[in-house]
């Protein structure tokens, strides 16, 4: 066969060449086991797989914006936004709910926003290369090392600062809410464990370790493992880091974002999600987790959600519970009193109102603290009290973009306070109060207390104030993150700035250019220079960096005086205002539009809009009494004192709105 260059095969075609040519057994360009995948794969993707190898082979190039050619060990043969449209999905417009991957939200481009697909730029990329290497390179020779502008901007001086008025829940939402929108998955060993870049995989063209200065006074190592992002490589050559999330803020991390994952989590009876005495149910993968977890104690087990992640911490484990509790109420109340519902009506009916409950609290609740009021009226973002709003524009497409991800939404690492503790019910004192560090992929405290510590630990998150979001990060994530049984452990703050320049994202002040805030010429905190900066932090960045041009987006956003009425500061502000936008604007399935087939009737969507938060915890928890804005401090002088659960109760959606009249026949 004649595979001349420049040859145009459709998807399907070249998929088939592909296959023809694998069982004559002319090239191997595919182990059996990948062919096995191809063959039984039915999806796009999956054929992508084909067709990017098919062309890598042939030589013939990225065709007509095609499939991204591999660079094999570099990037990985992922499946590649455009591919989609070789095997254009038959998106279903009446379909009234969401699917589980998000494809087919946007109908005209069903990949958008789906999980596994790249996320995209709003500023052309900083590569060294401008294609695919990281970002080096600054005014005078190479950037500042990642450690040193930790050690130099980000370390604490005395004791840490705290918010005045904002609560550890806003730290705990937000991390939540990261894992519903980005998940970017590392470039591992074929064998799927991590690479270990400090050591046998240093020459792996995946690894791109942090080189640790001399002297430093907590890492003794010179070396910091640091494995690059999962990416593929567009048509235009360039280098895309993959999300493995949606992108919707559709509580994809409660459900799953892949068809096989999310069937795991069912029991497929009653529309109801898998628990194990109303916690989550046990995983067994999560190495990090099974590594750390008292293994001796069964009933401590690793936990399971729609998120790889949810053991990372025990405050992240419980506010998953809270809203795997939130769907299983519904569910039961939903087939209480539709009886003639299936199983799947059951769980998609309270899934559509458990993500409908989010996203209200997102826009309603939390974004305040993030877009002052003007800023969230002039973009008509903010929801309303009452009735229908529709903003939908199928032009926007609401994948995350890449520095929200891998930089500004990175704010709340600034929020994470040294101890995590518990405040049993009723109590004004925490029970236990024990180091943070600790109790990563930990999962004890959250089984403790017969079950009942991932209450106590919602209940104190909700009590405390979250650690102030300034320059300073509390020395269980910048020196002891994750610390091993050797003693090993990592920099967050490191981390974050090398992602940045391993995704080539450029830097602060291209980040301020695009939102036309004042391009900063020196380091002095005046006009033309550090205009949003406090004159000790800009002098910080200054002994960091040589010039403003290379300050990281990271450090410089989250160094930021926080702007007026909200908790970041002017340029994380400007992207929040952008890719908030594009969720609400960009999502078919926005819980506030009219639409008669996706939507919801005005009855049922006041009634959601009534649900809050504290809602929640009262709904779900036998925590007793909660303020009303869980997000602020219980002050009854802000008119937010503690409340009895049985006022919040009232608050609950009303699923007697639901009732369905049609019967089944016979
Ligand atoms: C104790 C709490 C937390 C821990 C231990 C933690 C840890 C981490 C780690 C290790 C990463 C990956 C770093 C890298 O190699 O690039 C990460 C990524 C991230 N974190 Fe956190 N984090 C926490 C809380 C938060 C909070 C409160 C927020 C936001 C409000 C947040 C937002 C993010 C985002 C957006 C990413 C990028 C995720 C991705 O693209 O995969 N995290 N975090
Ligand atoms: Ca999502």
Redesign the pocket.
């Known amino acids: 066969m004649d595979y001349s260059k420049g040859s145009r095969f459709s998807c399907d075609r070249a998929y088939q060449l592909a296959e023809q040519e694998f069982y004559a057994g002319r090239r191997s360009i595919y182990s059996s086991n990948e062919m096995l995948y191809i063959r039984h794969g039915h999806k796009c993707f999956r054929k992508c797989y084909a067709l990017e190898d098919f062309y890598f082979y042939y030589g013939l190039g990225c065709n007509r914006g095609m499939c991204p050619i591999p660079i094999p060990g570099v990037t990985e043969t992922v499946p590649f936004n455009q591919c989609s449209s070789h095997v254009t999905p038959n998106c279903d417009q009446r379909n009234r709910y969401r699917t589980i991957t998000g494809e087919c939200n946007n109908l005209q481009n069903p990949s958008w926003g789906k999980s596994e697909t790249m996320q995209p730029r709003i500023l052309q990329n900083a590569y060294n290369d401008g294609k695919q290497s990281p970002r080096i390179n600054g005014c005078s020779g190479k950037l500042a090392n990642e450690r040193t502008v930790s050690n130099t901007v980000h370390k604490p001086e005395g004791g840490m600062l705290f918010e005045k008025t904002i609560t550890l829940t806003v730290?705990q939402v937000?991390?939540f809410?990261?894992h519903d929108f980005?998940?970017?998955k590392l470039i591992t060993q074929p064998s799927g464990d991590p690479l270990r870049c400090c050591d046998v995989d240093r020459s792996n063209p995946g690894c791109n370790p942090i080189e640790i200065p001399a002297g430093d006074p907590i890492f003794r190592n010179s070396c910091l493992t640091f494995s690059r992002s999962r990416s593929m490589i567009d048509c235009n050559g360039i280098r895309q880091q993959v999300n493995s999330q949606t992108s919707y803020i559709d509580l994809s991390m409660v459900y799953g974002a892949f068809d096989d994952e999310s069937r795991l989590l069912r029991t497929l009876q009653g529309g109801r999600l898998k628990e194990i005495n109303n916690k989550l149910p046990v995983d067994t993968r999560d190495m990090n987790c099974q590594l750390r977890s008292p293994m001796n104690i069964p009933s401590f087990y690793c936990l399971r959600a729609g998120d790889e992640r949810a053991n990372?911490?025990p405050g992240?484990s419980s506010i998953h519970t809270l809203f795997m509790r939130e769907h299983n109420r519904l569910a039961d109340g939903l087939q209480a009193i539709n009886p003639h519902w299936d199983d799947e009506r059951v769980y998609q009916e309270a899934r559509k109102i458990n993500i409908a409950q989010w996203q209200n609290i997102i826009y309603g609740e939390y974004l305040p603290f993030h877009i002052h009021p003007v800023l969230r009226r002039r973009n008509n973002m903010n929801v309303l009290r009452r009735g229908f709003k529709d903003t939908y524009d199928p032009t926007t497409d609401a994948s995350v973009i890449n520095g929200f991800?891998?930089g500004i939404?990175?704010?709340?690492?600034s929020?994470?306070r040294r101890e995590i503790a518990m405040l049993g019910y009723g109590q004004k004192r925490p029970t236990v109060t024990e180091n943070?560090e600790d109790h990563?992929f930990n999962p004890r405290l959250y089984h403790d207390f017969n079950g009942q510590g991932l209450e106590f630990i919602l209940k104190w998150q909700s009590y405390v104030a979250a650690a102030r979001r300034d320059r300073v990060f509390e020395v269980n994530?910048r020196d002891s993150?994750f610390k091993d049984a050797n003693n090993m452990s990592a920099d967050?703050v490191a981390?974050?700035i090398h992602?940045g320049r391993d995704h080539g994202i450029p830097g602060y002040n291209a980040y301020r250019r695009w939102c036309g805030l004042s391009n900063v010429e020196h380091f002095g905190a005046f006009q033309g220079g550090l205009v949003d900066h406090d004159p000790d932090v800009a002098a910080l960045l200054e002994q960091a960096y040589s010039c403003p041009e290379d300050i990281d987006l990271y450090s410089g956003m989250v160094s930021e005086r926080s702007a007026p009425g909200v908790i970041i500061g002017p340029t994380a502000q400007c992207i929040f205002v952008e890719q908030f936008k594009r969720f609400r604007n960009g999502d078919r399935f926005f819980f506030e539009r009219p639409d008669p087939v996706t939507g919801f009737r005005l009855d049922q969507l006041n009634s959601i809009k009534n649900v809050r938060l504290s809602s929640l915890f009262c709904l779900n928890t036998n925590i007793q009494k909660v303020q009303t804005n869980i997000f602020m401090q219980p002050f009854s002088g802000r008119n937010n004192g503690l409340v009895p659960c049985y006022l919040h109760n009232l608050r609950a959606v009303d699923l007697s709105l639901w009732r369905d009249p049609i019967q089944p026949r016979g």
Not at 409 to 413: A, K, L, N, V
């Open positions: 730290m937000g991390q809410l990261a980005v998940l970017t990372e911490q992240l991800g891998a939404h990175r704010y709340g690492h929020l994470i943070l990563f994530i993150l967050l981390l974050n992602r």
